[in-house]
């Protein structure tokens, strides 16, 4: 049956940034007709466990959910999960799913985060020991396969690779052998001290690691996953977690022919996209960023929330110019940082350590700090808000105190 009558606002999208933004509309309009569409069967969940704490026994499954049904019931946010949006149409206002059901909307928020990225792979049984983490379904389906496994094989960089290794390392009879391209995980963030320092306790938890390894093809040999690298001899494995970052979710953007830009939909400060109906949030929003005024698109959680919660503001016609700066957090084993702005580690200026096993990192060009990573520093992210704001220089000491205090 197909929904005549048009919703007031409709949500494509079930993750952190959908759940941020029917909130707010809530708040500025407590009456409007609000639809969450959900590709999962899963109500809003957070994603950040399922590298981590899930494995480690600090979350449980029961504490994943963002809100219960009971609460989105009570709020007026009606939802309909576990059906893919798979058509778009501007002109008309409507939406069509995989299960042929269309919906008119008002008001258009896309929200569609993203997907693991894939490797190709055409042998059925390579398919099955190859694993993406997203979802929680991908989270399932890995921690079942690696209970009959000895020897797993993780490749990826970035930081969900560092955090799954990290995880599986932990997990009893598990040898976990860990592939990546640059000189330690995280090396395009790290300054050469906090490299040292992840890779020794990779090394204390007995992981193997193979720096500078490039993976260029996954094959299927003598029952085991073999991954072969640039310039460095093969690796074989039980099971191999492909974990070599995401892509959005764009194709109903593309269908209704709106502004796309850096992978993701091109929207103003307001959060609204090329179509005056439609707006975008989360992973799959490419928006100006509120420091340097350049198109911006992040892939963390708490850029989710903030730009979902804006977004749901403007919706419900509260509109007002993005201004949160976001905060990229991450855990590997007992290792917890918070980074702000652009922190790459070709520009670090300074590597401050208040004390062992703490450190303040500054980038950036000339004294201009562009960006700080707080390795298990504390409560200090909005500190470095407001100096990356204000362009704080290295050079003043009232704000370096504050951070390394
Ligand atoms: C394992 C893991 C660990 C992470 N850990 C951290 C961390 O420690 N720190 C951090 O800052 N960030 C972390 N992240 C990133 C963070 O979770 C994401 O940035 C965040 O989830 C993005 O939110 P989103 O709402 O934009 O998209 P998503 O969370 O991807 O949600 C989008 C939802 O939309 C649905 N959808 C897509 N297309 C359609 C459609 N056509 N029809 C219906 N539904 C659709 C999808 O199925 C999905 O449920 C992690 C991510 C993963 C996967």
């Not at 590709?39 to 494995?55: H, I, V």
């Not at 976001?326 to 208040?354: K, M, N, Q, T």
Request: glycine share 8%.
């Amino acid at each position: 049956m197909n929904d005549i009558s048009p919703w007031d606002y409709v949500i494509v999208g079930a993750g952190p940034a959908a759940a941020a933004a029917a909130m707010a509309i809530r708040e500025s309009d407590d009456g409007g007709r609000l639809l969450m569409l959900g590709a999962e069967t899963e109500l809003p969940y957070q994603r950040p466990p399922l590298s981590k704490g899930l494995w480690t026994n600090k979350v449980a499954l029961d504490d994943l959910p963002l809100r219960s049904a009971a609460d989105w019931e009570h709020l007026g946010v009606q939802t309909r999960l576990g059906d893919v949006v798979v058509k778009l149409d501007a002109a008309a206002k409507t939406l069509t799913s995989a299960a042929g059901k269309i919906y008119r909307y008002e008001r258009l928020l896309l929200a569609t985060g993203g997907r693991a990225r894939q490797p190709e792979l055409t042998n059925t049984e390579l398919r099955e020991r190859v694993h993406v983490l997203r979802s929680l379904s991908d989270y399932r389906r890995l921690r079942t396969a690696a209970q009959s496994v000895s020897r797993l094989l993780v490749v990826g960089g970035g930081f969900l690779g560092a955090e799954i290794a990290a995880a599986l390392s932990q997990q009893e009879g598990l040898k976990v052998h860990y592939a990546f391209a640059g000189d330690a995980p995280l090396a395009h963030i790290f300054p050469p001290v906090l490299q040292k320092a992840v890779l020794s306790r990779y090394h204390q938890a007995r992981v193997l690691l193979y720096p500078r390894h490039r993976l260029e093809t996954l094959s299927w040999k003598e029952g085991h996953v073999r991954a072969d690298f640039r310039e460095h001899a093969p690796i074989a494995g039980d099971l191999l977690v492909y974990a070599l970052g995401m892509e959005g979710q764009l194709e109903l953007a593309q269908q209704a022919g709106l502004a796309l830009d850096k992978g993701g939909i091109a929207v103003n400060a307001e959060l609204r996209s090329s179509d005056a109906h439609i707006w975008a949030a989360g992973d799959v929003a490419t928006y100006p960023d509120p420091v340097w005024q350049t198109p911006c698109r992040l892939e963390h959680w708490d850029n989710a929330e903030a730009t979902g919660k804006a977004a749901g503001r403007a919706m419900a016609g509260r509109e007002e110019p993005f201004r949160h700066q976001s905060l990229f957090f991450s855990d590997i084993f007992d290792l917890g940082f918070e980074a702000v702005g652009r922190c790459d580690s070709r520009r670090v200026l300074r590597v401050a350590s208040p004390e062992e096993g703490k450190a303040v990192i500054y980038y950036g060009s000339d004294d201009r700090v562009e960006g700080v990573l707080l390795w298990n520093v504390w409560e200090k992210a909005d500190a470095v808000r407001a100096g990356i704001a204000a362009r704080r220089s290295l050079k003043d000491p009232y704000w370096t105190e504050t951070l390394e205090r």
